[in-house]
Nanobody, 130 residues
Framework: QVHMVESGGGLVQAGGSLRLSCAAS????????MGWFRQAPGKEREFVCA????????FYADSVKGRFTISRDGVQNTIYLQMNSLTPEDTAVYYC???????????????????????WGQGTQVTVSS
């Protein structure tokens, strides 16, 4: 079982920045590929970005490329999402997700698939005012 703790959400004005973090524990000795999804009111949950267990590869949705950056702690299963140039369209609940260590490697073709992720955080609200 993996326990996840998210933090960093809040209210920010358009053009501002926020940094989210997600710490996953419970699989000592295993480094996990992880990602962020978001869900706005009335919309389906959508992929935002992901990072492989080694940190060597990152993936981004087109809507956030150039504005958001995902990173991870070198040895811990902790990831960060630096969000810059935020717009009201970024308003959503942001969920951290942990990919199955027994599943396929993250690629640009599969990274947005819910089925790749075994564990989900409780979500943190990000609200961007205009």
């Amino acid at each position: 079982q993996v326990h996840m703790v998210e933090s960093g959400g809040g209210l920010v004005q358009a053009g501002g920045s926020l940094r989210l973090s997600c710490a996953a524990s419970g699989r000592a000795g295993s480094r996990l590929s992880m990602g962020w999804f978001r869900q706005a009111p009335g919309k389906e949950r959508e992929f935002v970005c992901a990072i492989t267990w080694s940190g060597a590869n990152t993936f981004y949705a087109d809507s956030v490329k150039g504005r958001f950056t995902i990173s991870r702690d070198g040895v811990q299963n902790t990831i960060y999402l630096q969000m810059n140039s935020l717009t009201p369209e970024d308003t959503a609940v942001y969920y951290c997700a942990v990919a199955s260590p027994y599943g396929p490697a993250l690629t640009s073709s599969n990274v947005a698939s819910y089925n790749l992720y075994d564990y989900w955080g409780q979500g943190t609200q990000v609200t961007v005012s205009s």
